[in-house]
């Protein structure tokens, strides 16, 4: 896996699949920029803007929003939901940012360092873009493991190979920016919102590989992991299709980047 998971074959089912429920888009915004320090001037980058399920509410509430994305699809979504917000998109990848040195006040990355091999490259470009003593607000989600019977069901019998993510692992999320030298400035901020889901409603997205994880997998192996699934909401849901309370969080955190490396005693 060399190549960044783009998500033009998600275009179409990416808001309804991913979006969040009516009224959290707002304060999920306001914690970003809360936890960015961005205001009304700032100018704020985001790598892997998507459809702006994060950059259209960001941008209300900033001077300008920049986005890019490897999938020009799913920008075209978001300029299609756009109404007034000062938002600028280009295809672009994260690992080679079209931008001069010291351009953006912030720069936001919400579920996307998972999908980039060149997840450090990625790092170093933000580090040049951002204007000195100005923060990368990372964030990502949590959820109340309410299905974590059926997910270990799938787990073991999908090759694990296959489950590994392109670029950062999922679970180093909290710490793998601390692990490069990137500073912490502030605690994890969250926001937590509530969805309901029945068990059979996360077999059929599995079986229509609405997750990115499973875009890999052949045929064979996708139908593996949906029987042993299958069979385990057999054995613990006898109504599969009634939908249950979960809890998700989102995580969000500004980081600094790590001192320049002071140079060297000239020769
Ligand atoms: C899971 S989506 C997240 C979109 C948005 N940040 C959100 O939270 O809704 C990840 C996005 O990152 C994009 N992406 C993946 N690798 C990329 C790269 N190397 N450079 C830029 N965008 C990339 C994908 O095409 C996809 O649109």
């Keep these: 896996m060399n190549e960044s998971v783009r998500f033009d074959r998600a275009v179409d089912f990416y808001d309804q699949t991913r979006g969040f429920p009516p009224g959290e888009e707002q304060p999920i915004a306001a914690l970003i920029c809360r936890t960015g320090g961005f205001n009304e001037a700032s100018r704020v980058l985001e790598i892997g803007v998507g459809t702006g399920r994060i950059g259209l509410p960001v941008a209300r509430r900033v001077g300008a929003y920049f986005g890019v994305d490897l999938s020009a699809s799913m920008m075209l979504r978001l300029k299609a939901k756009q109404q007034g917000e000062t938002i600028y998109v280009g295809q672009a990848d994260a690992a080679w940012l079209p931008f001069p040195a010291r351009s953006f ?28 003593g100005a923060p990368l607000v990372h964030c990502w989600t949590r959820d109340d493991q309410t299905f974590r019977k059926l997910w270990e069901a799938w787990r073991a019998v999908v090759p694990p190979e296959q489950q590994a993510d392109a670029g950062v692992q999922w679970k180093r999320n909290p710490d793998f920016l601390l692990d490069e ?39 064979d192996e996708l139908e593996r992991g949906a029987v042993a699934m299958q069979a385990a909401i057999a054995a613990d849901y006898p109504n599969p299709d009634a939908p249950l309370p979960m809890r998700y969080t989102l995580m969000a955190r500004a980081y600094l980047p790590p001192a320049e490396e002071p140079p060297g005693p000239p020769f």
């Design 105 to 132: 006040d912030g720069v936001v990355a919400v579920h996307v360092f998972h999908l980039i091999p060149a997840w450090r490259q990625v790092l170093d470009e933000v580090r040049r873009v951002l204007r000195p």
């Design 181 to 219: 030298g990137w500073q912490a400035a502030g605690d994890e901020q969250t926001h937590a919102y509530s969805v309901e889901r029945a068990p059979s409603e996360l077999l059929e997205a599995l079986r229509c590989r609405v997750w990115s994880s499973t875009w890999r997998l052949t045929d």
